[in-house]
């Protein structure tokens, strides 16, 4: 890999945040999110019906609505802006009602339920975290387990021909290079998929370290955001990190194929996230769902994809411009997913989506 692709990630994360432009109107006002997570959600409304909607957080997401926004504001007259500043930037900016609505790839906890106060869960987007890594002479789509890669981001496995990982790779020459996990510093949904999955795969990761949208890694070198992460391994030789799969396939990122539970290495993409939703059972009425390490059933299934959730609250000024737009998002909108290596909402999720989009107000 070469550093240019430092530029390249950033471009990627610069047009999701650069959405205040897109499309507005002279009857609406444009907001943005700053890389400290500080958004407006003030709006002109032209007789009762807003014209403009603020999101942020998730940057899994950002490139996916900045499909959404040309295409809805073309459709519908409403201009929407949304700041990819993070899954944890957008709990804390919906919590503080500072924007319209926020975006995350982690559920919301119990105390952050408790703190959003009347905020719901809206499962629209289905994606995947992927592990990337930088190697010089190392060939892309490395074989790697659950197991040995709790051992690497807890510190344990420290060179790339460590035994456990050459036994997944033979015929792979493996250099003695030293391995450097990196990680995100900020609050992040890859962070929440990551741990989320490694915590079902190692007792000793989820007593440890445990899931959350930003734990403590024992180890390694800290990123802010995806672009943060991607500028690491792009200048770290023997780096190995979490990214959202969108960031990865733009930015042509070596990754790594993550063994499931049928014991297959099935590559990241479309089918593999869809064969990890369609093991899912039921939705349960919070809407929060966890799809990572499926059954060995769902032999197809990536085992680090994810749901990413627009955060709304039940009551709010916007809500009769919010309910279409959600229902725009989780039906028309996602035939912009599959260039984008997002997987469409399984029938289940939409039916559970349409339910709670009716009780916003």
Do not use: E
Not at 134 to 146: A, E, R, Y
Not at 177 to 200: E, F, M, N, Q
Not at 209 to 232: A, D, R
């Amino acid at each position: 890999m070469s550093t240019s692709r430092i530029g390249a990630v950033a471009l990627v994360v610069a047009a999701s945040l650069g959405v205040a432009a897109c499309g507005s109107s002279s009857s609406s006002s444009s907001s943005s999110a700053s890389s400290s997570g500080s958004t407006s959600a003030s709006s002109p409304t032209t007789n009762g019906s807003a014209k403009t909607l603020v999101g942020a957080g998730s940057t899994l997401v950002a490139p996916l609505v900045s499909q959404w926004q040309p295409d809805y504001q073309t459709k519908h007259g409403v201009a929407v802006t949304y700041g990819g500043i993070g899954s944890g930037g957008g709990i804390a900016q919906i919590t503080a009602r500072t924007v319209d609505f926020g975006a995350s790839d982690a559920p919301l906890s119990p105390s952050q339920t408790t703190a959003a106060k009347g905020v719901v869960q809206i499962p629209w987007a289905l994606a995947a975290t992927v592990i990337a890594y930088h190697v010089s002479g190392v060939p892309n789509q490395l074989k790697l387990t659950g197991p040995v890669l709790s051992q690497i981001f807890l510190g344990k496995i420290t060179s790339w021909n460590a035994p456990q990982i050459a036994a997944l790779n033979p015929g792979v020459k493996l250099p003695s290079t030293k391995i450097v996990p990196v990680y995100r510093t900020d609050g992040s949904g890859d962070t929440y998929a990551l741990t989320d999955y490694l915590s079902k795969i190692s007792p000793q990761w989820k007593s440890q370290v445990g899931n959350s949208t930003q734990v403590h890694f024992p180890v390694g070198l800290g990123g802010k955001g995806n672009s943060g992460v991607g500028g690491v391994l792009s200048q770290t030789n023997g780096a190995i990190g979490y990214i959202a799969i969108a960031y990865v396939f733009a930015n042509k990122f070596d990754y790594a194929l993550v063994k499931n539970a049928a014991g297959m290495y099935p590559a990241p993409g479309v089918p593999s996230i869809s064969a990890a939703a369609a093991a899912l059972k039921s939705v349960p009425a919070s809407n929060k769902v966890s799809i990572v390490d499926p059954s060995a059933s769902a032999a197809g299934a990536y085992p680090i994809s994810t749901f990413t959730y627009a955060l709304v609250p039940m009551s709010s000024p916007k809500g009769s411009a919010l309910k279409p737009f959600l229902q725009y998002a989780i039906t028309d909108g996602q035939k912009f997913g599959a260039k984008l290596d997002f997987a469409p909402l399984p029938p289940k999720i939409v039916t559970a989506d349409q339910g709670t989009i009716a009780k916003v107000s």
